[in-house]
């Protein structure tokens, strides 16, 4: 929710600067360079600001503590990839505090936009500020939080598409595909538009076939749900390339290139603290690259004009850039 010490974060974002040792952060910068042509207007639908600690603090009920990762780095990442516009969502460890996502949008600009937390407590007079400063949707974060009941997951589903309904925001799901198999149905009447992370939770070792991979394509093909090609790592363990997720992702814009994102998920968060830590310790980033990530784009969709609808178009009507 925003507060009044979040709009006065937001008032002075711009010329923030971060003295904290906390603020020297390990995130991963790109290694490889990319070697397409990246459209003008191109979007990296998936992103995480970790704020300072000491001004952004951590959630009491989060899973895991991430290195901190600043709106200057992820800048200087998007201008190795040629990626003029971004998404900034909410991750969990800040509960429904979006904070440090403010932060970074602000930092960014009108190229910036949001993808938000909320709970009971957050007020249409809070989301009324949000879309001012530039959220557009709202996050479920099922998967992070262990949450597999399909009872549980419809509820918080349908809830959020009620509290959404009238302002036209989306709803964006971390979940897996399980969880969207049994709420296809519920998916398949939404009045907003539905958005599933990182390959809707697919396991790239598993292929095309695997339970619920036809219900997610079934979503994509009818235009009811949008998917990010995000976070190829997290479906794949065959680093560096994942040529596993290829399948899932050539089928996943064969169904319908029109409703398929791209993200990168910088800067990577390991939401799992190691065995033997505790989930205030520190758990460091995974060191992704994220140019040999994008290089993976034209291989999952060759012609350029799809990968056009991929980066800028599709972006840019789901999160209102102009």
């Known amino acids: 929710m925003l507060t009044r010490r979040v709009m006065m974060l937001a008032s002075i974002a711009a010329g923030v600067t971060m003295t904290s040792s906390n603020a020297f952060s390990k995130a991963a910068q790109p290694s490889t360079a990319v070697n397409f042509d990246v459209p003008a207007g191109a979007c990296d639908c998936h992103t995480h600001i970790h704020g300072d600690p000491e001004k952004f603090p951590f959630f009491a009920g989060r899973v895991y503590t991430p290195e901190p990762a600043s709106p200057e780095e992820m800048s200087a990442l998007h201008k190795a990839l040629h990626v003029e516009r971004v998404v900034i969502v909410t991750p969990s460890v800040y509960g429904p505090d979006n904070s440090s996502t403010l932060f970074g949008i602000t930092a960014r600009g009108p190229t910036a936009r949001g993808v938000a937390v909320i709970d009971d407590k ?32 419809r509820q918080r589903f349908s809830a959020a598409i009620e509290r959404m309904k009238a302002r036209g925001w989306h709803v964006q799901l971390f979940t897996s595909l399980a969880m969207i198999s049994a709420i296809k149905d519920l998916v ?29 394509l079934a979503l994509v093909k009818s235009g009811k749900a949008y998917v990010k090609i995000s976070g190829a790592y997290r479906a794949s363990k065959l680093a560096p390339d994942y040529a596993d997720a290829t399948p899932l992702a050539q089928a996943l814009i064969a169904a319908n290139a029109e409703r398929i994102v791209w993200g990168t998920d910088w800067p990577h968060p390991d939401s799992v603290t190691p065995q033997g830590k505790k989930v205030t310790d520190v758990t460091p980033l995974f060191q992704i690259d994220d140019g040999r990530l994008l290089n993976q784009l034209p291989v999952w ?12 178009d599709n972006p840019a009507r789901l999160y209102g850039f102009t």
């Open 122 to 153: 957050t007020s249409e007079s809070d989301l009324d500020a949000m879309n001012k400063a530039g959220f557009r949707g709202i996050r479920l974060n099922l998967a992070t939080g262990g949450v597999n009941d399909p009872n549980v997951g």
């Open 188 to 216: 398949a009447t939404a009045p907003v538009p539905v958005v599933f992370d990182h390959f809707g939770g697919a396991e790239a070792a598993l292929g095309t076939g695997q339970p619920g991979f036809a219900d997610l």
């Open 301 to 312: 969709a060759p012609d350029a004009a799809v990968r056009k609808a991929i980066l800028v």
